[in-house]
Structures are given as structure tokens and as C-alpha cells.
């Protein structure tokens, strides 16, 4: 018989700009490559210690399910990554920071809404996923860095609350520890079309 392993949904995080706990912190904002231009934010959502009963494996995995981020003065029309504040197993590299920033969980141009509403649906947990700690909810909050990177003004990200209306949805999945005899959810692999000559040793 086929066991196969599966994933499961444990949570589902929203966060909504207008909950940032940094919204009204100038030091939030910085230069993303140090240039002396205010191009980037993080941002902190505190979970209320709702998911403290949460508990994660190694092999958990944050998913972006959709996100919208909202048209502000010098960030349409230019790239943007989104980063997740979170220690992860995937090494994320990038020409400026190479391995020294937080992994990017998305990377887009911002439009003007006449172009696009800006708003990301993710329909699988193959793209737009990282992989996460095992004590990602423990500590009690979520930070995200939304960075401006071919920006050459800066970016006022506090006065009017303009990330008032960014909106992100995470789903966390993790490794079901029930194997599963469902093919549809992990087809048999042959091998053979991969010329695989060791050993494939079974459950």
C-alpha cells in the first residue's frame, strides 16, 4: 500500500496596515540601501496571543494567500519586495542585500489603479511559500519590510496612515503526521522516467 506524506492548514493570518503596531513610528522607516532616501517599512502586527496553542514542526510553511498594497506618493510605478521578518531554512539572495536580508515572500510592481488594483491571489502552496521556524507563532507578533527599491525620492509612509489599506493574508500549512493513502494528494512517482538507479527505500 501507498502512504504518501501530506500537508494540512494549521492557521490563517490577516493583517490589515491600519493594525500596524509601527504606523506611527518614524524609526520604522529606513533606507533600503542606505542611501539617505526613506524607501522601506516594517511593519508589526501582534497576534493578541491567540495562536499560542499553535504548534509548528520543522516543516512548516508560510503561504501568501493574497495581498493588496495601496498606491503611495513615489512607490507606484517601481518594484517592491515584501519581506518576512521571520528565521527560515530557504536562503533568500537579492544583488543588494545578498544573504543578509529577510526572505522575500513577494516581489511586484506597485501600478497606479487605473493599470491594476494591486491586489495578489496565490491559488497554491507551491509559489509564494517559505518556509518557516517552529516557534514562528511564539513570539507573539508578525513583521513584514515593504522595500522600495528603484525609488529615488522618499516615501512617506507615516503621515496619513498611507498603509492604512495594505492588506496581507498568510496561510500557515504544516506536515500532516497521518499519512495519507489519497493519491490525488501525492501521485505515485516512477522513477524510472528519472533514471533513478539507487535504492527507493519504502515506508
Known sequence: MNRNIKYKQVCRLVLNGG??????VNSSQYSYNNNNI????RMRFT????????????????VLEACHIPNLTNLTNNLVYLRLVASSQDKTFDTSKNLNGN??????????????PNVIYNSTDLFYSLNVSSNFLEKGFIELELECITTTQNIDFITGQTLQFFYIS??????DPELTTDLTLAPPIDYNNYNVNIPIRPY
Open 19 to 24: 493594525d500596524d503596531l509601527n504606523k506611527n
Open 38 to 41: 526613506i524607501n522601506s517599512k
Open 47 to 62: 497576534l493578541n496571543n491567540s495562536l499560542n496553542d499553535v504548534k509548528l514542526s520543522q516543516n512548516a510553511r508560510c
Open 103 to 116: 526572505p522575500i515572500i513577494l516581489s511586484t510592481i506597485v501600478h497606479s489603479n487605473t493599470v491594476s
Open 170 to 175: 498568510l496561510i500557515i500549512i504544516d506536515q
